[in-house]
Nanobody, 122 residues
């Protein structure tokens, strides 16, 4: 089970940190991805972290603004979002893939959180 938190309303240029806490086990090694979705569009890959190595991967539009990190003891992955703009407004989801490598397609992930709304507006 994945539980996300940390969404909300933020002004352009502001920051938010989303959390994704996992319960249970997804196997010996896995990757945690972040996706986002706006109404009427497909779920879009934001970034991913390989759990054991900590290596990350990001979509081009968020590189340098977003960062993914993890807390092993809390079994939690974070998405730090800085310099937010209106294009970042979406429902954000975390997902777990039962393989060690990251993937950018939603269908590659087996477990999903419920999503948390992020709205960037003045």
């Amino acid at each position: 089970q994945l539980v996300e938190s940390g969404g909300g309303l933020v002004q352009p240029g502001g920051s938010l940190r989303l959390s994704c806490t996992a319960s249970g086990s997804a196997g010996d090694d896995y990757a945690v991805g972040w996706f986002r979705q706006v109404p009427g569009e497909e779920r879009e890959f934001v970034g991913c972290i390989r759990w054991w190595s900590g290596r990350t991967l990001y979509r081009d539009s968020v590189k340098g603004r977003f960062g993914i990190s993890k807390d092993d003891e809390k079994n939690t992955v974070y998405l730090q979002m800085n310099s937010l703009n209106a294009d970042d407004t979406a429902v954000y989801y975390c997902a777990v893939r039962g393989r060690f490598d990251c993937a950018s397609t939603a269908s590659s992930y087996e477990y999903w959180g419920q999503g948390t709304q992020v709205t960037v507006s003045s």
